[in-house]
């Protein structure tokens, strides 16, 4: 499962190594301060670039990542002083998928950008030879585009992915966006009263009504995370150090972080998924809080040991 953190955390990762490689001599302060990060943050995410390089691992193939007294400091494998040399197959390929997010319309202004040099280095008739369109477009889609862009509300009935359940629901739509191969609808549901994202592909009816709503101003940029919900199994989980990787992959809320431990709050539609998580991560994994999370955890540890009996 790739998350959203893990997302904004690579986001974060891959603007700060061409920052510090370019101001050299960049303080941790500075650093945190334009990173939005803490120190924790840093020297993680600088322990994980320390990682980073290509098979062979020796010295001219490995980055190093680390803070020496008040400055942080990055140095690039050698590699990273030559220019890649795409073959003609990953050009086309790199293009292709530019091009797909562009006729989604979610392009960002600098993406768009890079396509256009991209075209025209590599295929210079683009725009006659080459064609990219995105799988999955149906007339749903074309009517909630329609309502999204006239501002009416639509009614849904709505399958969920997690318990399976048809729910029938008033929809304001602000905008349809397509990402890891599905196509999702963003809006403001009246039946929750919150922002909430639905896949295209699980609405079994739609109808627009004549019913029209106000668009927020700052709308937030189109993305698919989990968003909890009062019915959600929610517990209190103490990370130890072979644990840390739990917050990138899971919808967690971060509660409390130490030199060796992560307190995080966890959210699942099902006491099912944390009780299987802490019993994988045995004793680097301390539950601090959900009842009905202990009791899975018991009965799946109790049967396990009986087979074994």
Do not use: H
């Amino acid at each position: 499962m790739t998350s959203e953190r893990t997302l904004s955390r690579l986001s974060r990762i891959l603007a700060l190594i061409p920052y510090v490689l370019s101001n050299e001599g960049a303080s941790v302060a500075e650093v945190l301060d334009r990173f939005g990060y803490n120190e924790t943050e840093l020297a993680r995410d600088l322990d994980t670039v320390f990682v980073c390089g290509l098979p062979g691992y020796g010295p001219g193939d490995l980055m190093e990542a680390f803070i020496d007294e008040d400055e942080v400091v990055i140095d690039a494998a050698d590699y990273f002083a030559r220019a890649p040399r795409l073959t003609s197959t990953e050009a086309i390929s790199l293009l292709a998928g530019g091009m797909a997010i562009v006729a989604s319309g979610q392009a960002s202004r600098e993406l768009e950008s890079a396509v256009e040099k991209l075209s025209k280095a590599v295929v210079p008739d683009a725009d006659m030879a080459l064609s990219v369109d995105v799988s999955g477009e149906s007339q749903m889609l074309g009517q909630l585009r329609t309502a999204a862009t006239e501002k009416k509300v639509v009614t849904i009935t709505y399958r969920s992915l997690g318990r399976e359940i048809e729910t029938t629901r008033q929809v304001e739509p602000w905008t349809v966006f397509t990402t890891l191969g599905n196509w999702y609808l963003q809006g403001y549901c009246r039946l929750v009263e919150g922002e909430r994202n639905f896949r295209v592909d699980r609405i079994r009816k739609l109808q627009v009504t004549q019913q029209s709503f106000e668009r927020p101003t700052d709308l937030p940029e189109p993305g698919v995370g989990y968003t909890p919900s009062e019915e959600d199994i929610v517990c209190d989980i103490s990370l130890g150090p072979g644990a840390q990787w739990v917050p990138d992959y899971y919808p967690v809320e971060i509660l409390r972080v130490t030199k060796n431990r992560t307190q995080v709050r966890f959210y699942s539609v099902d006491a099912e998924i944390p009780a299987r998580l802490l019993l994988r991560l045995g004793a680097a994994a301390r539950l601090l809080k959900g009842d009905e999370v202990a009791e899975r955890v018991a009965e799946i540890g109790g049967s396990l040991l009986d087979k074994y009996r």
